[in-house]
Structures are given as structure tokens and as C-alpha cells.
């Protein structure tokens, strides 16, 4: 199963694809979607098409996408969800089906705790991935919600062929 997880945020947004059987998995690519300038509108379509075009070269199967978490801002949450909305739509839009994630399950799924700081995700996802390169937090954590997925989803099937 090849899985595109997303970190969506109004200025960095991160992705990473993943083959996963469920139990093993590689990273087939991952980076950061920077977007530029104040027009909003115009970021939101940077995210959109900069997300298309990974979904066109890497063909995944499905997608997950972290959740909105409660923002101390109202503004900045608000920002936030139409970024997440551009990134949904860009996977919807190539019929591709999506999964959501709060980011306390997908920290629980990595670390075994719901409220694990992000360097210790990060950590995980090398671990998990055999990583020995650097990479941002906003990279890592998009992997850590497509591995979040591909265990949550293997799970559930296994659950689903002992019925």
C-alpha cells in the first residue's frame, strides 16, 4: 500500500509517501510544500497544486491528514483548516481516498503516548523508516501520520478477517 500523509500548515505544509505492508515500511519520498508571499489565496493554490503534483508522481494508494487541533488563535485555526482543506482537496480531487488523524493518536501510534513532544515522533520515524538523514519537523511529522495510518489500517483489517 503506498500512503501520502500530510502536515498541512498555511506556510509549510509537509508530506511524505510511504510503501507499507502494515508491519514494514519505506519512505519513497517526502519534503516540504513553502509556500510565498501574503496573498492567501495564492497559498492555498500553491499547497493545492505543489500537492497534486506529488500525488501524480508518486500514485498513492490513500491519504491521511492530521486533524486541526484547538488553536490559541482563532484566526491562525481558521488558516489552518483551509490549508488542510486545499491538501484534502487536491487527494479527493484525484479520487483518492482520505483518512484523518488527531495528532495525539498519531503520537500515540509512534510512541506510545499522546502527548510525546515532536522530536521524539521524529525519532520514532527514523526508527521505523531506517533514517539517518536530517530532516524538518514538518517532513517528519507527515511521515508520522502516513505510518500512523498504515498500522491503524493494517489493524483494522486484520480485525476485519478474524470476524
Same mark, same amino acid.
Given at each position: 500500500?503506498?500512503?501520502?500523509?500530510?502536515?498541512?500548515?498555511?506556510?509549510?505544509?509537509?508530506?511524505?509517501?510511504?510503501?507499507?505492508?502494515?508491519?514494514?515500511?519505506?519512505?519513497?519520498?517526502?519534503?516540504?510544500?513553502?509556500?510565498?508571499?501574503?496573498?492567501?489565496?495564492?497559498?492555498? #493554490?500553491?499547497?493545492?497544486?505543489?500537492?497534486?503534483?506529488?500525488?501524480?508522481?508518486?500514485?498513492?494508494?490513500?491519504?491521511?491528514?492530521?486533524?486541526?487541533?484547538?488553536?490559541?488563535?482563532? #484566526?491562525?485555526?481558521?488558516?489552518?483548516?483551509?490549508?488542510?482543506?486545499?491538501?484534502?482537496?487536491?487527494?479527493?480531487?484525484?479520487?483518492?481516498?482520505?483518512?484523518?488523524?488527531?495528532?495525539?493518536?498519531?503520537?500515540?501510534?509512534?510512541?506510545?503516548?499522546?502527548?510525546?513532544?515532536?522530536?521524539?515522533?521524529?525519532?520514532?520515524?527514523?526508527?521505523?523508516?531506517?533514517?539517518?538523514?536530517?530532516?524538518?519537523?514538518?517532513?517528519?511529522?507527515?511521515?508520522?501520520?502516513?505510518?500512523?495510518?498504515?498500522?491503524?489500517?493494517?489493524?483494522?483489517?486484520?480485525? #476485519?478477517?478474524?470476524?
Amino acid at each position: 500500500m503506498r500512503i501520502l500523509g500530510i502536515d498541512p500548515g498555511s506556510r509549510v505544509t509537509g508530506f511524505g509517501v510511504i510503501d507499507s505492508d502494515g508491519r514494514a515500511s519505506r519512505r519513497v519520498a517526502s519534503g516540504c510544500v513553502r509556500t510565498q508571499g501574503t496573498d492567501f489565496a495564492a497559498r492555498l #493554490g500553491e499547497i493545492f497544486a505543489a500537492l497534486q503534483a506529488v500525488i501524480t508522481e508518486h500514485a498513492p494508494q490513500q491519504v491521511a491528514v492530521e486533524q486541526v487541533f484547538v488553536a490559541r488563535n482563532a #484566526g491562525t485555526a481558521l488558516k489552518l483548516g483551509q490549508a488542510r482543506g486545499a491538501a484534502i482537496v487536491a487527494a479527493v480531487n484525484q479520487g483518492l481516498p482520505v483518512f484523518e488523524y488527531t495528532p495525539r493518536a498519531v503520537k500515540q501510534a509512534l510512541v506510545g503516548r499522546g502527548g510525546a513532544d515532536k522530536e521524539q515522533v521524529q525519532h520514532m520515524v527514523r526508527v521505523l523508516l531506517g533514517l539517518h538523514e536530517g530532516m524538518g519537523l514538518d517532513e517528519s511529522d507527515a511521515l508520522a501520520i502516513a505510518l500512523c495510518h498504515a498500522h491503524s489500517h493494517s489493524t483494522l483489517d486484520r480485525l #476485519g478477517g478474524a470476524r
